[in-house]
């Protein structure tokens, strides 16, 4: 397995469009989660799913952010319309298993630039 | 509610010197806590849980209920280590279960 698969690596948008990231979580994993990271806050929980359905999307900064999981092997993490604040690396990880144990993987992150 | 604090944003020590990276947290349920560690350039990777009561690259960690702390430490630190280093929390949320992270702590390792 390739590990959790995000695209693009890197993305640079004007302010206003809409800016749309992909993952791809490790086949057989239940939960995904998308974080963003920042200088400033670190590492910040924006939404979760267990089995494709939102657990938990209290960390969404606002309406411009929605997240979708269609299917176990891909979600969407999508800003409409973007602005220069929302600029970070967007990561995306998979956990799996009814087993407390598994640890949870990362994907390479989208570094998302808004100008 | 902050569930996971590392209280410092930035740490530098020098080559040999032991280091203590600081994680507290707020949970009424059983926790399970790991530290995760990210190198320049490359993606965010578990270094230890503290189930596995392991030492890992030379770090341990020891969850401590009394005092809600899961510190980090390594008895002498290494140039390789300069990394960022978030601490973690297992939270169930019903039937699914939520990572959560504290705000990481940069370490930096002078020569």
């Known amino acids: 397995d390739a590990g959790v698969i995000q695209s693009p690596r890197h993305e640079v948008t004007e302010m206003g469009q809409e800016v749309t990231l992909r993952c791809k979580p490790i086949s057989g994993h239940n939960s995904l989660f998308w974080y963003r990271q920042t200088m400033m806050r670190g590492l910040e929980l924006l939404i979760y799913f267990n089995n494709n359905v939102p657990i938990d999307d209290s960390g969404m900064p606002e309406d411009r952010f929605s997240a979708k999981m269609p299917n176990a092997s891909f979600s969407t993490l999508k800003i409409q319309p973007s602005e220069p604040r929302d600029s970070a690396v967007y990561f995306c990880?998979?956990?799996?298993?009814?087993?407390?144990?598994?640890?949870?993987?990362f994907g390479q992150g989208t570094r998302l630039t808004v100008v | 509610a902050q569930r996971v604090t590392q209280p410092e944003k930035l740490l530098s020590v020098f080559k040999g010197a032991p280091v203590e990276l600081k994680c507290n947290y707020s949970y009424s349920g059983s926790p399970e806590l790991f530290w995760y560690v990210q190198y320049s350039r490359q993606r965010l990777q578990l270094l230890l849980r503290?189930?596995s009561r392991e030492s890992i690259k030379g770090f341990t960690a020891d969850l401590n209920k009394g005092e809600t702390s899961f510190h980090l430490k390594k008895p002498f630190a290494q140039e390789e280590d300069s990394a960022m280093y978030y601490c973690a929390l297992l939270i169930s949320s019903g039937s699914a279960r939520q990572l959560t992270f504290g705000s990481g702590t940069q370490l930096t390792v002078l020569p």
């Open positions: 503290h189930i």
């Open positions: 990880a998979s956990r799996g298993g009814r087993d407390g144990n598994t640890e949870a993987f």
